[in-house]
């Protein structure tokens, strides 16, 4: 019997994106108001993964009451 060479080699990395939903944000200034007298401010979010130099955020969100935002990608 036969057994024929066994190659192990470590897979290729493969490019991926990571998309985040941000559902809440807290201890936020909400220091303008609306013409209906809610609170509100212009906001963006940013973060980066541990252990890499590139940090990116959010575009900004004009005028967000209460943080509710809804985004399209």
């Known amino acids: 019997m036969v057994?024929?060479?066994l190659i192990v080699t470590i897979p290729l990395p493969v490019r991926y994106m990571?998309?985040?939903?941000?559902?809440?944000?807290?201890d936020v200034i909400l220091d303008e108001t609306s013409i209906t007298?809610?609170?509100?401010s212009d906001i963006y979010v940013s973060g980066?993964?541990?252990g890499l130099?590139?940090?990116q955020k959010t575009d900004i969100h004009y005028r967000c009451p209460g943080f509710h935002v809804l985004t399209e990608t």
Do not use: A, S
């Open 3 to 5: 057994i024929d060479e």
């Open 18 to 26: 990571l998309r985040c939903v941000i559902y809440n944000t807290v």
């Open 37 to 40: 007298g809610e609170k509100m």
């Open 48 to 50: 980066w993964l541990q």
């Open 53 to 55: 130099d590139e940090k």
